[in-house]
């Protein structure tokens, strides 16, 4: 079950999106965020779909990966097509009963944002998918360096970044053990009510955040022992370069940008 | 009679229906007697974990059957829950399973969901504490306040207090020092012996495997590879060593004082026993 959750999950390749530099990367998928909110019609909102499509294509991704990424928002993307279905109104009625009535405006509605969050989350996934998550956290860290100035700790909060997300598969490892030997013990984590579920999960959770703790301070000390001392004075063996691609792919942000605004102006607004 | 655990063609997969679908352990077919001490070695990954984790169904087998006392744990709901008490599984590192205010709560924990009565866990829980030699002064402190090896005093304990009818450990004295070991195994051995019950031990150690064992099971590549008495297992040692495994160091001494042509006997499995036959043989005695 926890195992499905795709997010910070790498898919290795060579292809012009993992060979982008990951600051770019980040610009990009912000950028593109930002610009599938400002879409205002079908038009727009099919220049970013195909934006989406086009990037899955060249990551070289297989689909079904692409797809697992969905997966788990299928309730929300039903959930709220049907809030949108009911509760818009406008346009030509198709259906009317119980107070519930069907618009044009509602069913049109339901689509936009059905794309607009599938687009939403192909995009952000095509990040983690091209991009390892060391490369991402020192992207974020370079990008946020100017917030030193206002004396907020950006190596650390980028070290801390990686370190969780390097612990995600230790933990559930972890998990897993301590569950079976509490089961061992004929521990019941499946029966009973919500209370008495909530009451099973006592034996799993102190187990596991003792040894949490325990590996957060052999970590520190081994940190310590390697002389970690935090960003200061620290170099990196590989440097980040921008290259023509990457300012190719900044350009091709802008062309889209400017082509979503000028579809917006062009034709009639949905929302 | 029915043997205490019996395994008809068992077999698990890993990621099972994906392209890297492998089997964990590939039909097993074995039977350990009531009463018995049986050991199992294995290199790491020859699926001695996954075997041992279907003797109380906290895997269930993708095909073949495991029976307890007879009987097919994955029958109902009921054969299973009963499996867990049944077989007393104590992993790797126990100590880490310990959650609760107090000793005596944790050790109680595994009494109390097999819901019985509170003057049977109290029976239980001091008789399991006084077994593996935790402090009646510990019982009431909290867990985490204990010494490494205490803590692992009273998780051992913690699986004792069910009085399981077989009782699995998992590399039990992984980590502990050697007096740690040595009290280890003697603890082990006396359980059984007051108790009677089918013990399991999952091992590394050649050494503390041979000392202890009636009868050893070898896994390999999935399957069981030997099986018999210690001295038919260790006899093998070729065979061992191209699994990945060892006999007891002690032995492998005495197979080379033999090669020097020291008339000294093949089957020394521990310490003890070859110091006995050094001594006698050095005051001028046959070692035979």
């Known amino acids: 079950m926890i195992r499905d959750i795709t997010i910070g999950q790498y898919y290795p390749g060579k292809s012009v999106l993992h060979r982008l530099d990951p600051r770019m990367k980040l610009i990009l998928t912000f950028g593109l965020i930002v610009v599938i909110f400002l879409c205002k019609s079908f038009f727009s909102l099919g220049l970013i779909a195909l934006t989406a499509v086009f990037a899955a294509i060249i990551s070289r991704v297989p689909a079904k990966m692409i797809l697992k990424s969905l997966k788990p928002i299928v309730i929300i993307l039903l959930f709220t097509a049907v809030l949108n279905i009911i509760y818009t109104e406008g346009g030509t009625v198709y259906f009317e009963k119980w107070g519930i009535a069907i618009t044009e405006k509602g069913i049109n509605t339901a689509i936009f944002t059905m794309i607009r969050i599938v687009s939403l989350v192909v995009i952000s996934s095509l990040l983690t998918y091209t991009t390892t998550p060391t490369m991402l956290t020192d992207a974020i860290e370079r990008l946020l360096s100017p917030l030193k100035i206002f004396k907020i700790k950006v190596h650390t909060l980028a070290m801390m970044m990686t370190l969780a997300l390097r612990f995600i598969p230790t933990l559930i490892e972890e998990i897993d053990r301590i569950m079976n030997a509490q089961k061992a013990r004929g521990a019941d984590l499946e029966s009973g009510g919500l209370v008495q579920r909530a009451k099973a999960l006592v034996p799993i959770f102190i187990p596991l955040m003792v040894s949490a703790f325990r590996r957060a301070y052999e970590l520190a000390f081994a940190m310590t022992c390697r002389c970690y001392t935090g960003g200061e004075g620290r170099t990196r063996m590989k440097q980040m370069k921008l290259k023509f691609r990457d300012f190719a792919a900044l350009f091709f942000l802008v062309a889209v940008t400017a082509g979503v605004i000028f579809l917006n102006i062009k034709f009639e607004a949905v929302i | ?288």
């Open chain 2, 1 to 288: 009679m029915s043997y205490a655990i019996e395994t008809v063609n068992l077999t698990h997969y890993y990621s099972k229906g994906t392209v890297q679908q492998v089997a964990a352990i590939n039909d097993v077919n074995l039977q350990i007697e009531k009463g018995e001490l049986v050991g199992i070695i294995g290199h790491t990954g020859s699926g001695k974990s996954t075997l041992i984790s279907h003797f109380n169904g906290l895997l269930k087998p993708d095909s073949g059957k495991v029976l307890v006392d007879g009987e097919d744990i994955w029958k109902n709901k009921e054969t299973l829950r009963q499996s867990r008490f049944k077989v007393g599984l104590c992993f790797q590192y126990p100590e880490y399973q310990l959650f609760e205010e107090t000793v005596y709560k944790d050790i109680a924990f595994g009494p109390k969901n097999m819901k019985l009565s509170e003057a049977e866990i109290k029976e239980r829980v001091l008789r399991a504490a006084e077994f593996t030699g935790v402090k009646p002064e510990h019982l009431g402190k909290s867990p985490f306040d204990l010494s490494g090896g205490e803590k692992r005093r009273a998780a051992i304990a913690g699986v004792m207090s069910m009085e399981p009818q077989v009782l699995i450990f998992d590399e039990p004295a992984a980590g502990l020092d050697p007096k740690g070991r040595k009290d280890l195994v003697e603890l082990i051995k006396n359980y059984r012996k007051q108790t009677g019950s089918t013990v399991i031990i999952v091992s590394h150690s050649m050494e503390d495997i041979a000392g202890m064992a009636d009868r050893i099971i070898v896994m390999n590549n999935s399957t069981v590879a030997m099986q018999g008495s210690v001295d038919e297992v260790y006899s093998r040692g070729d065979e061992l060593r191209s699994m990945g495994l060892n006999v007891p160091e002690i032995t492998e001494i005495f197979a080379k004082l033999r090669a020097k042509g020291i008339n000294v006997p093949a089957n020394v499995y521990t310490v003890e026993q070859g110091e006995n036959i050094l001594r006698t043989l050095l005051k001028g005695g046959a070692a035979v």
